[in-house]
């Protein structure tokens, strides 16, 4: 199994300056490809191959021949998947137009090199390449075959991956917030499956945010904490806006509250990058502990969509649940619910969960819940309304008797005060070290 993650690579003007420099070179690349591909459509009214493209590109860039490759092979599957689109009715979907200054720079196994404490990404320059259309017209001709000198290209950045990068198969360099990050696939080995059926239901929500339902057990894992950050990186990103807009353009005082936002940005996202981590690891705890075979979770996909433009959405939403349902994670959520299950050997499946929260497991009828408790007025029970919702997905997918519940209440971990001292000292000494060198 294929899993991705990252670090962030520190600040070193040099090092920065180069990879700006090849982000600019990918974003030409990606936007010659988008230019050319749409010309050759309008000129001939047939989409040009792959290949073709990535003959035309050949040479023409100060990067990885692979690098080159994959950036064809994405602009190959982002047409794809809007040609998709397209066939089944979504006639708004667009093809790639957008040209980019800036581009990430994905990097193939071929391209990466590790050594010691270094990861090494290899690129390519070239001292007397052609633009994309000399390098069309040429390549037209009968019997052209002009070698293109080129010379090996390096970028040293320093290796703060956890893992062992032996069995690493694809990275990017993506920039966010002011900083550079590394971006790789590993491979990892999967558990083996439970071989004893039990099944799970799985609730999303933004208050809680993430309910787990057995017949006779629930985990609630609060995600107050992830709303309240959200809520005030909101104000104060607002606030730093307005201040913003009333600065001199390019003043030193515009620059400060520029990077004040981007502080505020990156500093949110890790919070919140962390908390939703910690959320879905103690969720696959409980399955594990519970010896759960499925997991079926709710998709509450498109809830947000039309919350202004349709009637019957706005009359239950005002301005501040818009806000919060714009802003919910519920997409990371499953994301990580989805490759931690299948790590543990856990099958999960997703299902629609509407009505979930107003069907009534002890009359079959429908009843709006009250509060955080869910009450039937016929037999006068009651039950928590995130453990009713998170049971009746399951019961979408398979099977489930109706008993008494016994709900565990979690709260995940904040990062400061249970990051180890010693790992936090580690990962310091590491960048500070590369800093100086």
């Given amino acids: 199994m294929k899993l991705t993650h990252k670090f962030k690579i520190p600040y070193k003007k040099d090092l920065y300056h180069q990879l700006k420099n090849k982000q600019l070179e990918s974003g030409k690349c990606w936007s010659d490809v988008v ?14 191959s792959t290949s073709e493209l990535v003959k035309m590109t050949k040479n023409t860039y100060d990067l990885h021949s692979q690098t080159v490759q994959e950036i064809v092979a994405k602009y190959d599957e982002n047409r794809t998947s809007t040609l998709t689109k397209r066939r089944n009715g979504d006639k708004n979907a667009k093809y790639p137009w957008r040209s980019k200054r800036f581009f990430s720079i994905p990097y193939k196994k071929s391209a990466i090199s590790v050594k010691d404490n270094i990861i090494i990404l290899k690129n390519s320059n070239y001292s007397n390449k052609l633009s994309l259309k000399n390098m069309v017209e040429k390549k037209k001709k009968k019997g052209w075959n002009e070698t293109v000198k080129k010379q090996k290209d390096y970028i040293e950045i320093p290796n703060l991956a956890i893992e062992n990068l032996s069995n ?21 080995e999967e558990e083996a499956k439970v071989k004893r059926f039990k099944p799970a239901g799985s609730d999303l929500g933004e208050i809680h945010s993430i309910t787990l339902a057995t017949e006779d057990k629930a985990l609630v894992i609060s995600g107050r904490a992830i709303r309240s950050i959200k809520q005030r990186r909101a104000k104060l990103l607002s606030e730093l806006s307005k201040k913003i807009s009333r600065c001199k353009k390019g003043s030193r005082q515009q620059k400060k509250y520029i990077k004040a936002k981007n502080r505020l940005k990156s500093k949110s996202d890790a919070q919140i990058e ?13 399955l594990v502990q519970e010896k759960v075979s499925d997991l079926v979770v709710g998709n509450p996909e498109g809830i947000e969509k039309n919350s202004k433009k349709d009637e019957n959405k706005k009359k239950k939403n ?13 997409g990371e959520f499953k994301q990580q619910l989805k490759y931690k299950s299948e790590l543990k050997g856990i099958n999960i499946h997703f299902v629609n969960e509407s009505y979930t929260s107003q069907d009534c497991p002890f009359c079959g009828g429908r009843h709006k819940a009250n509060g955080r408790k869910f009450k039937c007025s016929v037999h006068n029970t009651e039950i928590h309304r995130d453990v ?18 016994d709900v565990l209440y979690r709260q995940p971990v904040w990062y400061r005060r249970y990051l180890t001292v010693k790992k936090r000292k580690e990962t310091s000494d590491k960048s500070i070290a590369w800093r100086k060198a």
């Fill in 318 to 330: 005002n301005k501040t649940r818009r806000q919060q349902l714009s802003g919910w994670s519920y």
């Fill in 35 to 48: 230019r050319y591909a749409n010309d050759h459509y309008f000129t001939f009214k047939k989409w040009i």
């Fill in 274 to 286: 962390y908390l939703i981590h910690k959320s879905t690891k103690e969720a696959i705890n409980f």
């Fill in 388 to 405: 009713n919702g998170a049971q009746n997905i399951c019961r979408k997918r398979f099977a489930m008797e109706t008993k008494s519940v």
């Fill in 168 to 188: 690493i198969s694809y990275a990017e360099i993506v920039y966010k917030n002011g900083s550079y990050w590394f971006h790789y696939v590993i491979e990892v």
